[in-house]
């Protein structure tokens, strides 16, 4: 019988290194993004979704949600393969901070550095935490912190 499961591509718990860095493919957020999200999670901020408003603000134009950047950031550090296949569970944000906005338009990617790790061997792998730091096409960072995540151990 042909085994059709998925390769896991990711890093195992003890391959985690403080000090290791990831960088993402870049993502350029787009209206539909904004749209989509504002249906999604029904957060339909004049400052997301209505041009004519925007232009009264500072921003002087809409701006995407915070959430929907951390979200987009989440699928391009997936998308690195590093997490794929050995990431048992997301476990907390820290220290988030939106920095800058995120226009349509605009190209972002995240930095990312280990920071630290902790092993729970009764848990099957260990914590890694992941700092963050999202950056536009001017290579501006527009929001940071980090992510905790628990990673399976070398089976």
């Known amino acids: 019988m042909e085994n ?7 890093l195992y718990f003890e391959e985690f290194e403080t000090g ?23 957060d339909y901020n004049w400052i997301h979704t209505d ?5 009264t603000t500072p921003f002087e134009k809409r701006v995407a949600h915070g959430l929907l ?6 699928g391009l550090a997936n998308q690195t393969g590093f997490l794929e296949g050995t990431v048992l569970a997301f476990r907390e944000i820290k220290k988030w901070k939106f920095s800058r906005p995120v ?6 990617h ?3 550095e280990v920071v630290e790790t902790k092993a729970f061997p009764r ?14 096409q001017d290579g501006e960072i527009t929001m940071k912190g980090t992510w905790n995540a628990l990673i399976q151990s070398r089976p």
């Open 103 to 108: 226009f349509i338009g605009d190209t972002v």
């Open 69 to 74: 950047i951390l979200s987009i950031v989440s």
């Open 123 to 136: 848990l099957g792998g260990g914590t890694v935490e992941l700092e963050f730091k999202v950056k536009n």
């Open 20 to 42: 290791i860095n990831f960088t993402t493919a870049g993502r350029t957020v787009t209206e539909a993004d904004i749209v989509s999200f504002a249906g999604l999670s029904g």
């Open 110 to 112: 995240a930095d990312i």
């Open 4 to 10: 059709n499961s998925p390769s896991k591509r990711g």
């Open 51 to 55: 041009a004519e408003f925007a232009k």
